[in-house]
Every structure is written in structure tokens, then in C-alpha cells.
């Protein structure tokens, strides 16, 4: 059974850092690829990162890039998303997905975890 279960959300201020975490299980983690996605209120979800459990190749959103890091730890089979220089509008639920990188298209599957949420605010 895939799971994938973030944490590492929290309430910071404009500049900040957080380091979110999602635990990964039920698959084999080079087969596939992680993204994070996140969805403000009253948006569409969006994707933020990926990285490709074949190759290590990695995606960033023009949003994110150079703020952003995304990273796997395989003998804890997570994935993490270091975030730096936070802003207001990086305000979100924030999640993490099984799917598919090519190199320049990701494919989400349909499995998702339960979201961590993001507020930027001073």
C-alpha cells in the first residue's frame, strides 16, 4: 500500500525558512518520482518540485527556484523540501505525490498525502 505522510509545516515570517518531509512506503522509490505540489485558498493546486527517484533529476517552479531545494534521504526513504526565503504568497497546504518525471513533464498518480499547511505572515 502507498503511503505518503508530510509533516514539517508550520507559521513563520516573510524570509524564513521551513523544511517540510514526506515519508514514503509501498513502492519502490527509483521506479517513480516525488512532487510537491500546494494549493492556496481559493486556488488551483500547483505544482512546486519534483525529483526523479531513476536519475536524481529535479524540477523547480520559476515561483520557487533559488529558494527551494528538494532532496531524498534513501536510507529514510523521505523526501524533503527545504524552503528559504519565504514569502506571503508561499501561504499554502502543501503535498507530496507518487508520479512520473520525464525530464520536463511531470505525471501525478493518484496518490497523495494529507497535506502540511504553510503560512507565511508577519
Known amino acids: 500500500e502507498v503511503q505518503l505522510v508530510e509533516s514539517g509545516g508550520g507559521l513563520v515570517q516573510p524570509g524564513g525558512s521551513l523544511r517540510l518531509s514526506c515519508a514514503a512506503s509501498?513502492?519502490?522509490?527509483?521506479?517513480?518520482?516525488i512532487g510537491w505540489f500546494r494549493q492556496a485558498p481559493g486556488k488551483e493546486r500547483e505544482g512546486v518540485s519534483c525529483?526523479?527517484?531513476?536519475?536524481?533529476?529535479?524540477y523547480y517552479a520559476d515561483s520557487v527556484k533559488g529558494r527551494f531545494t528538494i532532496s531524498h534521504d534513501t536510507a529514510k526513504n523521505t523526501v524533503y523540501l527545504q524552503m528559504n526565503s519565504l514569502k506571503l504568497e508561499d501561504t499554502a497546504v502543501y503535498y507530496c505525490?507518487?508520479?512520473?518525471?520525464?525530464?520536463?513533464?511531470?505525471?501525478?498518480?493518484?496518490?497523495w498525502g494529507q497535506g502540511t499547511q504553510v503560512t507565511v505572515s508577519s
Open positions: 525529483l526523479s527517484g531513476k536519475d536524481g533529476t529535479t
Open positions: 505525490n507518487v508520479g512520473a518525471y520525464t525530464g520536463s513533464v511531470y505525471y501525478p498518480l493518484d496518490y
Open positions: 509501498g513502492f519502490p522509490f527509483e521506479d517513480y518520482s
